[in-house]
């Protein structure tokens, strides 16, 4: 039935007969990012015609919701292979719009996994100005090739005509390509972010376990033994986690956390004294507001030694590896012990010089992943057209 419904898809033609801008961002913090440069861009340009697949938050800023990508987006190889009809249809149906509606320009947000095929096939197929056309293919946020899969940026120049990157370092990755690159600033410092978390030293502390299951599984209960290492020195310490969904909250709850950690749904404001965390994206927003901690990671032994073998970085921490320092110390596989987590904790919280550095370090980080002088996303993009 899956595969007979997935045949028949057909995305819904431009509402106003013509589009300029095609959006393609999965997952939902491409969501997000996208629809804060469409916002921007369409403040400018108000007639603009944008379509998107997306999500809800694209849809808000104006765009034409053609599919909700952060609804179907999957995580893992056996996902992906169960729903291998559904995507199929779906990238078969996207080339299809785009050939039958031409927009001027499809510009591509992170999602690399699907949207680096897209490119290809619009070269391939000859609708986008690498293969003749006149479609311009750019794209937002780069894969990150500097951590793995180096080479991609070969493909991408051969595919794309302009990239933009939220990170100040990005753009000497493809100094040996002939893409045009240029660095816009990261969202997480736009002036309109609202940042999910902020640093208040009589807060309580934050555990960040992350956003997959099988992460969140290995890495909660490290958490948990760092946060009951440092309770038997401050027993009335508690603790809050944000979890990202009811998926993960699943997951949370199956640790058996006691009742002094307490589970907050998405959207809760968080103010935390100190953070012990994964090191996702919500690292990021921690460094940016300038709360103390540290990193803890566990992942499958054989995944940790492939990864290792094939990640070339000092740090996992993007936070760390922008300044070139550790502003929040890592723990990995099995250095992340409760002993050491609680010393972090100790640290954080009883020393007035480690709040100190944190706060120094998060000016230096914002600075870093401001907007240049040369705009914008928004800008970039506007640009692009």
Not at 144 to 156: E, G, N, S, V
Request: charged share 15%.
């Amino acid at each position: 039935m899956a595969e007979t419904a997935a045949a028949k898809l057909v995305l819904a033609p431009p509402a106003g007969g013509r589009v300029d801008v095609l959006v393609v961002a999965g997952e939902h913090s491409g969501d997000e990012h996208a629809a804060r440069l469409v916002r921007e861009l369409r403040a400018d340009q108000p007639g603009l015609a944008v379509a998107a697949l997306g999500g809800p938050q694209l849809a808000a800023a104006g765009a034409q919701l053609l599919h909700d990508l952060t609804a179907s987006s999957v995580v893992g190889l056996v996902e992906v292979l169960k729903n291998y009809p559904f995507f199929k249809a779906l990238f078969a149906a996207t080339l299809d719009w785009i050939a039958a509606h031409r927009p001027r320009t499809v510009c591509f947000v992170d999602y690399p996994g699907l949207n680096l095929r897209l490119a290809a096939a619009l070269r391939e197929r000859g609708l986008s100005v690498k293969g003749g056309g006149k479609i311009r293919a750019v794209y937002y946020i780069s894969p990150q090739i500097w951590a793995w899969k180096a080479k991609r940026r070969f493909t991408m120049a051969r595919d794309l005509d302009a990239m933009a990157t939220i990170f100040p370092f990005e753009p000497k990755c493809y100094a040996d390509t002939s893409l045009p690159v240029e660095f816009v600033g990261h969202p997480f410092v736009a002036a309109d972010y609202a940042a999910p978390v902020r640093y208040d030293p009589a807060g309580p502390i934050l555990l960040l376990p992350g956003s997959r299951r099988q992460a969140v599984g290995r890495i909660f209960p490290v958490l948990l033994g760092g946060l009951a290492a440092w309770r038997r020195e401050a027993p009335a310490a508690a603790a809050v986690v944000l979890y990202p969904s009811a998926d993960i909250l699943a997951v949370l709850r199956a640790a058996q956390p006691p009742e002094h950690v307490q589970l907050l749904p998405p959207g809760s404001p968080v103010a935390a004294s100190a953070v012990l965390t994964s090191s996702g994206t919500m690292s990021m927003h921690c460094a940016l507001a300038a709360i103390p901690g540290a990193i803890a990671y566990r992942a499958n032994p054989l995944t940790y030694l492939m990864g290792r073998m094939l990640v070339k970085i000092e740090y996992l921490g993007i936070a760390n590896l922008l300044l070139g320092e550790p502003m929040y110390p890592e723990f990995l596989q099995g250095a992340a012990t409760p002993a050491a987590l609680a010393g972090e904790l100790r640290a954080s919280l009883g020393e007035p010089a480690r709040a100190r550095r944190t706060a120094e370090q998060a000016e230096r980080l914002r600075a870093l992943l401001s907007v240049p002088a040369t705009g914008t996303a928004a800008q970039w993009l506007a640009r692009q057209l």
